[in-house]
């Protein structure tokens, strides 16, 4: 049981971070996914593909700032990549290239502001458990700052996710996990508003390894 809960709160939240974006960010970094954007259509709100189609709409906004934690930052491009509401990956592929079909981009106005509209994934199965075990529920975020190489924030999760022990939540409180969402029913949407200070996250130091 002791094994399971730490791959559960390691394994599923932290590993996962990186495993589609890895597999796109051998060779040029160029290759990246957060990358397959037009710079001339980028703004601070985007909309995942499917999003009018799904049951639990999630709308994530909020600011980022600057590592001082006031000042906002502009012009920063946030991406976000997604499982389905089952829980998966799905994936398309388009010039040769595989790319998840659940994802979006928004570069902060000069307020630092950004929206996207989604929906509330499914909990994927933890790998290496047996029975299969359901982990938490996720959305893996990307941040390009100007002029910066892109790097990994913490996975965004659920507060009310019953994957999240008690004893989970001690574990992420002591690596400084920044990825937590809280929710709040608005009309036929969930809404969390999450704020972000860049360099900040233990999400970064699992991409550097």
């Not at 040029?28 to 909309?47: A, F, G, H, M, V």
């Not at 998966?88 to 290239?97: A, L, V």
């Not at 929906?119 to 100007?146: C, D, H, N, S, W």
């Amino acid at each position: 049981m002791k094994k399971q809960i730490v791959l559960i709160c390691f394994i599923v939240v932290l590993s996962l971070t990186n495993k589609f974006f890895a597999q796109e960010t051998s060779g040029d970094k160029k290759e990246s996914p957060l990358y397959d954007y037009s710079e001339k259509q980028l703004n601070n709100t985007d909309t995942i593909p499917s999003f009018k189609d799904q049951e639990n709409k999630l709308k994530i906004t909020g600011t980022i700032y600057y590592n001082d934690g006031i000042t906002p930052a502009k012009d920063v491009v946030l991406y976000i990549y997604q499982p389905s509401e089952e829980g998966h990956f799905k994936t398309n592929k388009e010039n040769g290239k595989k790319y998840v079909e659940h994802r979006g981009w928004v570069k902060t106005d000069e307020d630092g502001r950004y929206t996207f509209y989604t929906f509330i994934p499914g909990a994927p199965y933890v790998p290496l458990t047996y029975p299969r075990t359901l982990g938490m529920k996720q959305i893996l975020p990307v941040i390009k700052e100007p002029g910066k190489p892109e790097y990994d924030f913490d996975a965004f999760i659920f507060d009310d996710d019953p994957a999240i022990s008690s004893r989970c939540r001690k574990k992420l409180d002591r690596i400084g996990y920044k990825g937590i969402l809280k929710l709040e029913k608005q009309g036929n949407m969930y809404v969390a508003t999450k704020d972000i200070v860049l360099n900040t996250g233990s999400a970064m130091i699992i991409a550097s390894l």
